[in-house]
């Protein structure tokens, strides 16, 4: 996304991480970067949207009338992670609004008045996307160094649909409230705890395993995987983490 500058292109330097930028988004004088570079991260990420837009148009306009209760149940699941998992580009973009000070050389206020301005979405979701790009997303320092961020835990979970917008921005809320003197060892338990706690809300929305006996469906306290997960190897693994931290924290619970 750093590539990414101004919609004018021809004859534009790409801005560098360690050079200014001007209100245009292009590099200033003696920046960093390959005129028309930025140009083509434009043209690929709108190719790249383009093809969303019809993928998404493609599934509206399918017979969803023929689909039998599971698979209409299963393909809006489905719909649903594909979904949440964009909020990780949403939450990128305004990291990089953030990052580069674009709202600073634009003279508004902050970040997420920025994007509250140019996107018509509540300021609380502004400032929801900016905290969750700030705790999970790395920055860099104008001398180059990199920061790791606080809870990159967060973004990943994000990316494989296993969060929300609503429980991130749960999540950022908790974590900032957490006392400066609070040791690190400390915050990671916080960290595992509300992610955690999140992808089970998520997972009882999904019925429970159940049996028939004497003509009724006797419910057990064990869950499937949601299919969706099972083509998607990554996002699998970190839902059975989650998972299995649950089930590790009801056992200590039963004693």
């Known amino acids: 996304l750093w590539a990414v500058g101004a919609a004018r292109c021809e004859g534009m330097r790409t801005p560098a991480r360690d050079g200014p930028t001007d209100s245009s988004g292009a590099a200033a004088a003696g ?11 434009l043209a690929a ?52 609004v953030h990052e580069r000070g674009v709202a600073g050389i634009l003279d508004v206020r902050s970040a997420a008045h920025l994007l509250h301005q140019r996107l018509a979405i509540t300021m609380a979701d502004a ?40 429980h991130a921005k749960v999540i ?19 960290r595992h705890t509300l992610l ?3 992808a089970e809300r998520l997972a ?16 057990l306290a064990f869950w499937r995987a949601p299919e969706r997960l ?7 693994v970190a839902w059975a983490r989650l998972a299995l931290a649950a089930a590790g924290r009801a056992a200590a619970k039963r004693g």
């Open 172 to 190: 950022t809320g908790c974590l900032a409230a957490i006392p400066d003197p609070v040791d690190e060892s400390v915050r990671a338990a916080c």
């Open 204 to 219: 009882a929305a999904t019925p429970p395993l159940n049996y028939a006996k004497q003509g009724r469906l006797i419910d």
């Open 196 to 198: 955690a706690e999140a």
């Open 45 to 96: 990420a709108t190719a790249r949207l383009a093809d969303i837009r019809s993928a998404i148009a493609a599934l509206a306009d399918l017979p969803l009338w023929m689909l039998g209760q599971d698979a209409l149940l299963d393909l809006t699941g489905r719909v649903e992670a594909v979904l949440r998992s964009g909020y990780g580009l949403q939450v990128r973009l305004a990291g990089e």
């Open 230 to 236: 099972l083509d998607q190897p990554d996002a699998l």
């Open 127 to 166: 400032r929801a996307r900016v905290a969750a790009a700030t705790a999970s997303l790395p920055t860099e320092t104008p001398t180059g160094d990199t920061i790791q961020p606080a809870a990159p835990e967060l973004i990943e979970a994000i990316d494989q649909g296993v969060v929300s917008a609503g």
């Open 31 to 41: 920046g960093g970067g390959v005129g028309g570079v930025g140009c083509d991260a």
